[in-house]
C-alpha cells in the first residue's frame, strides 16, 4: 500500500495564476480532507469531501475549491493566486469504523506564489 | 470559542530525559483527539488517537493519555530520532478537526 501520495512535491505559480494539486488516498480510505500549513503552524482546515461531496469547510474564500472522483481521489484547486497563499498543502485521507477513526497525511505539495 | 493549545512550544532535551508534550483544548463535543509527528517539510505521521478520559495509548517510547481538558504526550529515554514537531488535534461532533500549534522537540545525543 503506497498510502496517500500526492502530486506534485513542489510548484512555484505567479500571483493571480491557478493551480490544483492532486491527492490519492490510502486503499480502502473513502474521506479526503486538504489543509494549509504555513512554517510554524498547526495545519489550517480547508475542507473535507466524501462521497464526492464537500462535508466540510474550513474558514477559506471560495477561491479554494475541491473535487473528489469515484475513486475516492481528490483535487484541491486555488484561483487568483495570492502570495499568502505559498504554503505547504496536506491532504489526509481517513476510515471510520464502529471501533475508531484513522486519519492518514501524504507528504504535501510545496506551493510558492511569487 | 473552540480552541486547542500545546505547551511548551520548543522543548530541549538530553538524550534519555524523559518529559511531558501538553495539549489543552476546550471544544465542544469532542469526538476524539489525535497525535501526530511532523518531520520538517514532510507530511503528519499518525500517533495515536484517544477517545475518552481516563484512556491511555502506547508506541515504543511514547505514551498518550488523556484527561476532560488535556491530553499528555509522555517521552520516556528519548533518542535523537525522536527529534520533531508533535501535532495535537481535537476532532468536534461535526467533524471537524482543530489543531495545535505543535511543539518542537529536539533531543541532543
Known amino acids: 500500500d503506497a498510502g496517500v501520495t500526492q502530486s506534485p512535491t513542489h510548484l512555484i505559480k505567479t500571483r493571480g495564476q491557478q493551480v490544483t494539486l492532486r491527492c490519492s488516498p490510502k486503499?480502502?480510505?473513502?474521506?479526503v480532507s486538504w489543509y494549509q500549513q504555513a512554517l510554524g503552524q498547526g495545519p489550517q482546515f480547508i475542507f473535507q469531501y466524501y462521497e464526492e461531496e464537500e462535508r466540510q469547510r474550513g474558514n477559506f474564500p471560495d477561491r479554494f475549491s475541491g473535487h473528489q472522483f469515484p475513486n475516492y481521489s481528490s483535487e484541491l484547486n486555488v484561483n487568483a493566486l495570492l502570495l499568502g497563499d505559498s504554503a505547504l498543502y496536506l491532504c489526509?485521507?481517513?476510515?471510520?469504523?464502529?471501533?475508531?477513526?484513522?486519519?492518514?497525511f501524504g507528504p504535501g505539495t510545496r506551493l510558492t506564489v511569487t | 470559542e473552540d480552541q486547542v493549545t500545546q505547551s511548551p512550544e520548543a522543548l530541549r532535551l538530553q538524550e534519555g530525559e524523559s518529559s511531558s508534550l501538553n495539549c489543552s483544548y476546550t471544544v465542544s463535543g469532542l469526538r476524539g483527539l489525535f497525535w501526530y509527528r511532523q518531520d520538517p517539510g514532510k507530511g503528519p505521521e499518525f500517533l495515536f488517537t484517544?477517545?475518552?478520559?481516563?484512556e491511555e495509548k502506547e508506541k515504543e517510547r511514547l505514551k498518550a493519555t488523556l484527561t476532560k481538558k488535556e491530553s499528555f504526550l509522555h517521552i520516556t529515554a528519548p533518542k535523537p530520532e525522536d527529534s520533531a514537531t508533535y501535532l495535537c488535534a481535537v476532532e468536534k461532533s461535526n467533524y471537524q478537526l482543530i489543531w495545535g500549534a505543535g511543539t518542537k522537540l529536539i533531543i541532543k545525543p
Open positions: 484517544l477517545y475518552s478520559a481516563g
Open positions: 489526509a485521507s481517513s476510515f471510520r469504523t464502529g471501533e475508531g477513526y484513522e486519519q492518514y
Open positions: 486503499s480502502g480510505h473513502d474521506t
